[in-house]
């Protein structure tokens, strides 16, 4: 085995290693092609479209360049509204979801046996697989004033909260539970237990090990889970139509006015409201790393 | 860390409460499946096979879930190599644009499913010019399922850090037999992990695939969209759930027996550590 | 034996802003132990995996057996590894992990198990074939990292601190173990170390970095008994640096000194060797084959001196504490570190 | 149309395109010419081709594969030989844009398609001569300006059915015969109140306002305008303080009235026949109320014209179209298919002063609909906005 044979034998190899560029080009070739050529120009292309307008005559998209789409959206009472009541729905469910999600992450990363362990992950993924669609018709039941819900606790002099937010903010922390659960899971899971051990060794109550240690440890994971509960609620126009009483989201503007108006540039233009809060979201997150974590 | 009884009580307590909350609704779902009431009435006035029966004899929801499953494959095919190799340029490579490849992956599935889909939508119509079929679903699904398997193997990249490889190659393995032979063991279970992640998200998509699915491609969430919607095939949807619960426990269970020995140690990032050495 | 084994030239390493290797000239013979030794951060490891090829230098370049192979692909250069961490692949069981290498290079399965099994016999670990290392001791991992690197019988064996996970008595058993190996393999070893006393009982030669660069080349004893600057006098065993206005006074030259803690004696009174200053012990450590005491000298500089036996108990050393002595010291055990000034006998 | 869900919804979807030309030289506006129409309809029929290709909404070419029971196209296929592939679409929108891809030889299209394919030359005029079960179909339901041409029929019709009021009649009392009971006394019941969630539902409220605001002139509740428009979006907003939910699919509203969720509302006879509590009744008001019917159309490009024929008489036979229309739950198109169905009764079938009241979903334009010409009319973008706005 001199070196010059296996010089020979490696020579495409050698070649890649010699050049670390190319390599970072081979890897990156692909997926960039795929990202940027589908979803970056159909995001931008999307964008461009919101200052078009649409012909009233025959329907089609017009490239006549306006801001009046953007104006409509920005100044309309009812965008405001939405995006309010969106916005507050979004938080609100991520919250409901974080605060759920911490103390079964932490059962399940740092307190369980290896086989209860894995029997919880099972049973956090399995909702994943019954159909958001039968998920949510599930919570209409539930929540119908005569409904599971209401049966359970009449008798302790509640009553169902009846369709409406406080419904849609049930049904959507409900559906993404899983997805903040895995991820603050998995950061506990990184979270050395030797930490944990110090802190209690210098005489931290558990209550203070978890507020001094693991929550400020766990912060990126936990934003990594918020980005899912939060964007997918933003986005999200079917839950609130099945059980949000008469209330619509940003999701549903969208929608309509795709969907039934065939207006793409006006909803290509609401599209910017969600698209701006995720990036300042996103902006606002990416110093803490969170993004490394979803 | 030594908790308390009391704490180890009432954080099992606190866990127990919140699968009930998550399964109740679920059982519900199973319920309704045998129950004679069309619309899900509460509590169900009687119970029947019938629904069991029909969804049996459905080749409407056969072939929706060989098409999901379809899709949910290809999708997580291409997420998978896709992911990988994005994974290891940003792991292993400092560049340029880092950061912005970054956030290149996680935006399909942080910006919101309707943006994503009439975007989708529109490049696919418009500017690419293609109709919409199977492949265009599965080019969406793709897209957004990415970022799973991405994370799942930046995270293990991160753990593993470049010491096997280095010394595959130092034992005279190329570039190639060096990842086939080294670093793929390695990511496997990273692999299972982030590809199951990204078929359950695929499977059960529905708001991107209304805008990018072809007019013939009929998804298991397409097919309970058009059914749940028709008095008479309501509860089959609820029988279907229920099948797809159990059935998903069997993939779900074997990813966490592979995925278990290896995922317990966590060992902070060496790779870094050599990186920036 | 015409061309060296390695032979680096002008070799800088930069990381970023930080310079790791800051211009290394190194030959390193055929058959030759060599050990590399320096604090961490030194620059030695990035010199073994600038010739494993690892990294590619920013400069210089690697010469291995009189072929340039600066950037050569690692798994292109005759030269193996032992990593600090074994690297040992944990998917694959200890023979699949010693086999590796001739599997890579395309050796008949039947074959390389063979080679592999007596690798590990070699190593003693015969029956351990089949078991995953994670399975296995600190101690035997490590000579299956060794076993692995051996089969494919390099050129240069590249040792990266391997024992610096093992315990002590571990350690102490393989450093005779290694010294044998690499006498019946006789090719050139390359030990990165950062424990002095490793480097001088194994090695033939020895490097000593610092910041990047090699402070000082020579055999053991050279590096031990003529240090040519503070930091090698102070980081291979302990120095005492006699300078500046204590020098003068001491030894009535300006310049700086080093003076081993075990050529001082202490006595009650001058004895009549070259050199004595008188002080008050500060501290007395009980070290098992002997004891080192500080002594503040009256000059006002601390010496360590180290005392191998001595007639008095150890239960009295406390009671040494505050005792005048007088400490003494040839002149030839004096270490010029400043080459300028020359010695005064 | 029957809306099966919230993405069908979308049905009426940019029937802003629908050409003007054609527009007017339909009935709805009365005069003019000849419409895109191309040449004449063919005279006589040939053999059958192997196979037939036919795009739809889904649930109208069922061939049990969804359900074994429900099945309709094996029959078809056994009798003409003609092999059926389905396609189905979920927005008119789409099927627009399918019909141009070419490729389909039939397609059932609905009020705010018809017309597009028509202007766009896309369907062919059908000679009804050749389809014997024409004949059967209710007069009323021929001659539309959604299906016909200047008495050139383009289709042959499937099934129609009204947007009733729903009613729980132990909280509604006594029985209500206007719509008040969802506008001006929409108070009495707040909370519960329900509608159907899509912006054509303003044209419920025109239709409202045509009898008791006339002042405002509303001749056709499609054709508003702006001044029109913002009446009946009053009215709705009003409403909406009372609204429980707005619906968009069966499960949703059968679930809300057997639940007493909702207890007022408008709704589809087939919702109605699904309730199991007993406690509902419908009704069609005195205001009238707006409704739905579908065409089968042929493409002009048909490769296949003999099966299209074949199919367009087997689906308007009494078995198909009651098999059909029952499964979906609308009033079948002829007398004759009643004998196939036990719940015609229900849905009013063949009655044709019932089908007047009907005014059949089309989809507003700036050209009005009611043959105005002093005045824009609001067009479908405009009604939707002001959809979003009165949600809010």
Redesign the interface.
């Known amino acids: 085995m001199s070196a010059t044979t296996s010089t020979r034998r490696h020579s495409v190899s050698a070649f890649l290693f010699e050049h670390a560029r190319l390599r970072l080009a081979l890897l990156l070739t692909a997926p960039l092609f795929w990202l940027g050529l589908v979803y970056i120009v159909a995001l931008a292309a999307l964008l461009v479209t919101a200052f078009w307008t649409v012909d009233s005559f025959t329907g089609e998209v017009r490239i006549e360049w306006t801001l009046d789409n953007i104006v409509t959206v920005l100044t309309a009472s009812v965008y405001q509204s939405v995006t309010l009541r969106t916005v507050g729905i979004a938080l609100l469910v991520t919250v409901i979801d974080i605060l759920l999600a911490l103390p079964i992450a932490f059962f399940m990363a740092k307190v369980a046996g290896p086989r209860l362990q894995r029997a919880l992950v099972i049973a956090v993924l399995t909702p994943l697989w019954a159909s958001y669609l039968v998920k949510a018709y599930s919570w209409r039941t539930v929540l119908s004033p005569e409904g599971l819900f209401a049966w359970l606790v009449e008798p302790i002099g509640g009553s169902s909260p009846g369709y409406g937010i406080p419904a849609t903010v049930i049904t959507l922390s409900y559906l993404w539970l899983p997805y903040v659960i895995l991820p603050i899971y998995a950061g506990l899971e990184r979270v050395p237990d030797s930490l944990l051990d110090a802190s209690s060794d210098l005489g931290a109550k558990p209550w203070r090990t978890v507020r001094s240690v693991v929550l400020p440890l766990l912060y990126p994971a936990v934003i990594a889970g918020s980005i899912f509960s939060f964007s997918l609620t933003l986005g999200d126009y079917i839950a609130v139509s099945i059980v949000g009483g008469a209330n619509q989201m940003l999701g549903n503007l969208v929608y309509t006015n795709v969907g039934t108006a065939n207006n793409l540039p006006l909803a290509a233009a609401a599209a910017l409201i969600p698209i701006a809060i995720i990036m300042v979201y996103l902006a606002a997150v990416r110093r803490t790393g969170a993004l490394d974590n979803l | 860390m030594r908790l308390s009884r009391l704490s180890k009580g009432v954080l099992g307590a606190l866990t127990a409460a919140v699968l009930a909350i998550v399964y109740i609704p679920l059982l519900v779902v199973v319920l309704n499946s045998f129950s004679t009431s069309q619309t899900f009435a509460w509590p169900p006035p009687g119970f029947t096979l019938e629904w069991w029966a029909r969804a049996a004899r459905s080749q409407g929801a056969l072939d929706a879930i060989g098409t999901s499953v379809i899709v949910a494959l290809a999708a997580t095919a291409v997420s998978l190599v896709l992911g990988t190799l994005i994974s290891l340029a940003l792991q292993r490579y400092e560049f340029f644009g880092r950061s912005t490849v970054n956030l290149l992956v996680i935006l399909p599935i942080a910006l919101p499913g309707i943006i994503t889909g009439i975007a989708l939508n529109n490049f696919f119509r418009t500017i690419a010019g293609v109709q919409l079929s199977l492949l265009t679903l599965i080019v969406a699904h793709a897209t957004f399922c990415i970022v799973t398997v991405f994370n799942n193997v930046l995270a293990r990249l991160r753990r593993t850090g470049t010491r096997l490889e280095e010394a595959s190659a130092d034992l005279g393995a190329g570039v190639w037999t060096t990842f086939r032979l080294v670093t793929f063991p390695q990511l496997r279970s990273a692999l299972l992990a982030g590809g199951l992640l990204a078929f359950a998200l695929s499977f059960d998509e529905i708001i991107v695939t209304t805008f990018t699915a072809g007019t013939g491609v009929q998804t298991l969430p397409i097919w309970i969209l058009n059914n749940v919607f028709r008095p008479n095939q309501a509860p089959v949807v609820n029988v279907v759930a229920v099948v797809l619960i159990l059935v998903s426990i069997i993939p779900i269970a074997i990813a966490q027996k592979l995925a278990g020995p290896e995922s317990g140690t966590p060992r902070a990032s060496a790779g870094r550590a050599a990186r920036s050495r | 034996m015409s061309a060296p084994a390695i032979s680096l030239r002008g070799l800088r390493k930069e990381?970023g802003s930080v310079t790791?290797v800051d211009g290394v000239d190194l030959d390193i013979a055929q058959g030759e132990f060599f050990s590399m030794l320096g604090p961490s951060g030194s620059g030695k490891t990035?010199v073994l995996r600038l010739i494993?090829?690892?990294e590619?230098p920013t400069a210089g370049t690697i010469e291995?057996f009189g072929?340039d192979?600066t950037?050569?692909?690692?798994?292109?250069?005759?030269?193996?590894?032992v990593?600090q961490?074994y690297?040992?692949?944990?998917?694959l069981s200890v023979l699949e992990n010693v086999a590796?290498?001739l599997?890579?290079?395309g050796m008949g399965k039947r074959e390389r198990a063979e080679r592999a099994r007596e690798a590990l016999e070699g190593v003693r670990l015969g029956g351990y074939g089949d078991r995953r290392p994670s399975a296995l001791s600190g101690g035997q991992r490590q000579r299956v990292a060794l076993a692995?690197?051996t089969v494919?019988?390099p050129k240069v064996l590249l040792l990266d601190e391997p024992l610096g996970a093992l315990d002590l008595k571990l350690r102490e058993q393989m450093q005779v173990e290694l010294k044998q190996l690499q006498r019946s393999l006789g090719i050139t070893f390359i030990f990165v170390t950062h424990d002095q006393e490793e480097a001088l009982t194994l090695s033939d030669r020895v490097a000593v970095f610092n910041d990047g660069r090699i402070e000082q080349l020579g055999t053991p004893a050279e590096i031990y008994e003529r240090p040519q600057s503070r930091f090698v006098a102070t980081f291979v065993g302990t120095s005492n640096v006699l300078e500046g206005a204590v020098a003068a006074q001491l030894l009535g030259v300006p310049g700086t000194f080093a003076l081993r803690p075990e050529r001082i004696t202490l006595a009650d009174a001058p004895t009549g060797r070259d050199r004595a200053a008188s002080g008050t012990i500060a501290e007395v450590v009980y070290l098992g084959t002997g004891r080192r005491i500080i002594v503040d000298l009256d000059a006002g500089l601390q010496l360590t001196v180290l005392e191998h036996t001595l007639g008095r108990d150890a239960a009295s050393d406390a009671a040494l504490r505050g005792t005048r002595v007088v400490a003494e010291w040839s002149d030839r055990d004096l270490v010029a570190l400043d080459a300028a000034v020359p010695v005064t006998p | 149309m029957r809306r099966l869900n919230f993405r069908r919804s979308g049905a009426l979807v940019g029937l802003a395109i629908a050409s003007v030309a054609a527009l007017t030289a339909c009935g709805t506006a009365g005069g003019g010419s000849g419409g895109g129409a191309s040449g004449a309809p063919t005279d006589e029929l040939g053999d059958y081709e192997d196979a037939v290709s036919i795009l739809a909404w889904p649930g109208y070419v069922e061939d049990g594969s969804n359900d074994p029971d429900v099945d309709w196209v094996t029959p078809f296929e056994e009798e003409t030989g003609c092999q059926v592939t389905a396609k189905y679409y979920g927005t008119s929108d789409e099927a627009l844009s399918l019909m141009k891809s070419g490729g389909y030889d039939v397609v059932a299209a609905s009020g705010d398609l018809t017309l597009r394919l028509v202007a766009g030359d896309l369907v062919q005029p059908v000679n009804t001569d050749l389809i014997p079960n024409y004949e059967n179909v209710y007069d009323f339901l021929k001659d539309k300006s959604w299906n016909s041409v200047d008495g050139q029929p383009y289709g042959v019709p499937h099934g129609y059915g009204a947007n009733l009021l729903m009613y729980n009649t132990d909280v509604v009392q006594p029985a209500p015969t206007s719509w008040d009971v969802v506008f001006d006394r929409a108070a009495e019941f707040s909370g519960k109140v329900t509608a159907y969630d899509s912006p054509i539902y303003i044209a419920d409220a025109a239709v409202y306002l045509m009898a008791h605001k006339p002042e405002l002139g509303i001749e056709n509740p499609y054709a508003l305008d702006e001044t029109q428009l913002a009446a009946a979006v009053d009215l709705l907003k009003a409403q909406r303080q009372h609204i429980g939910e707005y619906w968009g699919d069966y499960l949703k509203e059968i679930q809300a009235f057997e639940s007493g969720t909702s207890v007022v509302g408008t709704t589809w006879q087939v919702i109605q026949n699904s309730i199991t509590t007993g406690n509902t009744e419908v009704v069609l008001p005195e205001e009238g109320a707006t409704g739905w019917s579908d065409t089968w159309m042929i493409a002009s490009d048909a490769e296949a014209p003999n099966c299209a024929y074949a199919w367009l008489n087997y689906i308007a036979s009494p078995e198909a179209n009651a098999a059909a229309t029952q499964y979906f739950g609308e009033a079948p198109s002829s007398q004759e298919a009643c004998e196939f169905r036990d719940d015609c009764e229900a849905y009013h079938a063949g009655d044709a002063e019932y089908a007047e009241q009907i005014w059949y979903w089309s989809t507003p334009i700036a050209e009005c609909l009611d043959g105005r010409t002093d005045v824009q009319c609001t067009d479908y973008s405009q009604w939707t906005a002001a959809w979003q706005e009165i949600k809010g």
């Open positions: 990381f790791a990035t494993a090829g690892f590619q291995l072929e192979v950037s050569t692909a690692p798994f292109d250069r005759d030269v193996n590894t990593f961490d690297a040992l692949f944990p998917h590796y290498g599997r890579v290079r692995r690197a494919l019988r």
